[in-house]
């Protein structure tokens, strides 16, 4: 049974950090990109960043680069996503989810965390 559990998520002021944790029980974590993902109220859910198995590459939303940075510890089976510079449009409840391989496409993940909420006021 693949478990994600998500983490860190809460309420911070525009220009404020915060790091999500996202922790995933089983064996595939190790063989396993990982993504995040957001969903923000009467938004479809749109791509974030992603890892590969090893992390040694990542790649990150327009919207968020040279904000937020994913990184991964495969020996603590956790993936994060640390946010800086937030703004109140990164509002919205943030997913983890593994998938075969480094992807941007939110039908390839297969397994899904329930989701943090992070809100960020102006």
């Known amino acids: 049974q693949v478990q994600l559990v998500e983490s860190g998520g809460g309420l911070v002021q525009a220009g404020g950090s915060l790091r999500l944790s996202c922790v995933v029980s089983?064996?595939?974590?190790?063989?396993?990109?990982m993504g995040w993902f957001r969903q923000a109220p009467g938004k479809e859910r749109e791509f974030v960043a992603v890892?590969?198995?090893?992390?040694?590459?990542?790649y990150h939303a327009d919207s968020v680069k040279g904000r937020f940075t994913i990184s991964r510890d495969n020996a603590k089976n956790t993936v994060y996503l640390q946010m800086d510079s937030l703004k109140p449009e990164d509002t919205a409840v943030y997913y983890c989810?593994?998938?075969?391989?480094?992807?941007?496409?939110?039908?390839?993940?297969?397994?899904w965390g329930q989701g943090t909420q992070v809100t960020v006021s102006s």
């Open positions: 089983g064996r595939i974590f190790s063989r396993s990109a």
């Open positions: 890892i590969n198995w090893n992390g040694g590459w990542t």
């Open positions: 989810a593994t998938a075969r391989g480094a992807t941007m496409t939110i039908t390839e993940y297969n397994y």
